[in-house]
């Protein structure tokens, strides 16, 4: 678990494009027990830290970080100055805002109200790279709609797009003006891998085929053959006989 | 009946965070309302301690920008601190000296326990352990 959190904030900051060799004020949004802020640390950056579980904030303290920490709800805005911060992270934070926890709770609002004040606390130019789980497309749709209300521009950069295992989103805001999106990782070399976004619902491609076939007919029948054929199993030849109506007795 | 005795070890010194009075500088308040004018936040503190932090002076020199400096001069103030520089000086980049107060006054004095005063709205943020708790309940908040 720790290596995949460092992983992500090093690959957030890569994408954060900071300056080099120059240190940065950043804020780490969803800090947590502060691995991602360790990590910012031995970047040679200075930086804050946002969380809302005391347990975790408590395990920060425990790891003696070197960061600030604060306790509060990103979905109630980012209690700082305007131009505060050169940059922003966030990792596996920002689709909890998606969730209402209580009654009263509207994520769209929530999320412009995050996504406006975080705006604020850049300095004009500053980025903000947020990993993120978004749960399907909606989700996505719903968090990318209230940073751009907010005035950030930028995109989602997907890496290893075809592992379902592997495959990490990075929600790339820019306060300034537009630059162009950097591309997402993949497994091949190949420079032609789409980063742009696809998301569709589509799981089982194969099952479409299926639905329209009435059992037991021999269209049926020829696709549970073709089917099993793609299982790697063994199945006779289709013949001009496959699928004949049989004697009763069968 | 017996009586049940219950030992409850407490550690000498719990770990703490730290609130630097640079993040201080930083921080305004997000009730309802009350925009820019959350800012400064009234500082109050109970327990303060020096922490040394490695001096760094590009960092420094590159926050000097930020700083608001009534805001640092008054929580100087409050912190009974010596030797806090009123404004910028002139070349300050190179100016070691001066950095190196800088330094001193805005990363290395951690405040432990206190409270942050909304200005406008009176409301108090408590510091407790080096952090401050900035949740808003749902009357506070903007949304």
């Known amino acids: 678990m720790i290596d995949i959190q460092t992983k992500m904030t090093e690959r957030a900051l890569e994408l954060l494009c900071l300056p080099e060799g ?11 027990s502060g691995l991602s802020g360790d990590y910012i640390s031995e970047e040679g950056h200075y930086w804050v830290g946002i969380d809302i579980s005391p347990a975790m904030l408590d395990a920060a303290l425990d790891r003696d970080t070197e960061g600030d920490l604060l306790l509060g709800d990103m979905g109630q805005g980012i209690p ?8 922003c992270i966030s990792i596996s934070a920002v689709q909890w805002l998606c969730n209402a926890n209580k009654k009263s709770d509207v994520p769209a609002r929530r999320l412009y109200c995050f996504f406006s004040s975080l705006y604020s606390a850049l300095v004009h130019g500053a980025r903000a790279v947020l990993q993120l ?29 075809n592992s379902a295992k592997a495959k990490k989103f990075y929600l790339c805001l820019f306060s300034g003006p537009s630059t162009s999106l950097p591309k997402g990782l993949t497994e091949s070399q190949d420079a032609d891998q789409a980063t742009e976004l696809t998301f569709t619902s589509e799981r089982a491609p194969h099952k479409k085929a299926r639905r329209d076939l009435v059992k037991k007919s021999r269209e049926w029948v020829l696709e549970k053959k073709e089917r099993r054929r793609r299982q790697g199993k063994e199945v006779r030849p289709d013949t001009q006989y496959t699928g004949r109506k049989r004697k009763p007795r069968f | 009946m017996r009586s049940v005795r219950s030992f409850r070890f407490r550690p000498r ?3 703490s965070g730290n609130m630097k009075l640079l993040t201080h500088n930083l921080l305004s308040s997000h009730v309802r309302g009350v925009g820019t004018r959350g800012f400064p936040l009234r500082l109050q503190a109970t327990e303060v301690r020096i922490n ?11 926050m000097i920008p930020k700083v608001e400096w009534a805001a640092l001069v008054q929580a100087a103030d409050t912190l009974n601190l010596a030797e806090v520089p009123k404004e910028p000086t002139e070349g300050y980049e190179h100016d070691e000296t001066f950095l190196r107060k800088m330094h001193h006054v805005l990363l290395e004095v951690d405040v ?22 900035m949740l808003l309940n749902d009357e506070e908040t903007e949304t």
């Open chain 2, 52 to 62: 040394p932090v490695e001096f760094n002076p590009d960092f420094v020199a590159r």
């Open chain 2, 112 to 133: 432990l326990e206190g409270t942050l005063q909304c200005p406008e709205s009176g409301r108090l943020f408590p510091i407790s352990r080096g952090i401050p708790n």
């Open chain 1, 133 to 161: 789980y978004p749960e399907n497309s909606e989700q996505l749709e719903l968090i990318t709609t209230q940073a751009t209300r907010a005035g950030f521009t930028g995109g989602v950069v997907v890496d290893f797009p």
């Open chain 2, 13 to 15: 010194e719990l770990p």
């Open chain 1, 22 to 32: 120059q240190p940065s004020f950043l804020l780490d949004i969803g800090c947590g």
């Open chain 1, 80 to 87: 700082f100055r305007p131009g505060s911060f050169d940059g």
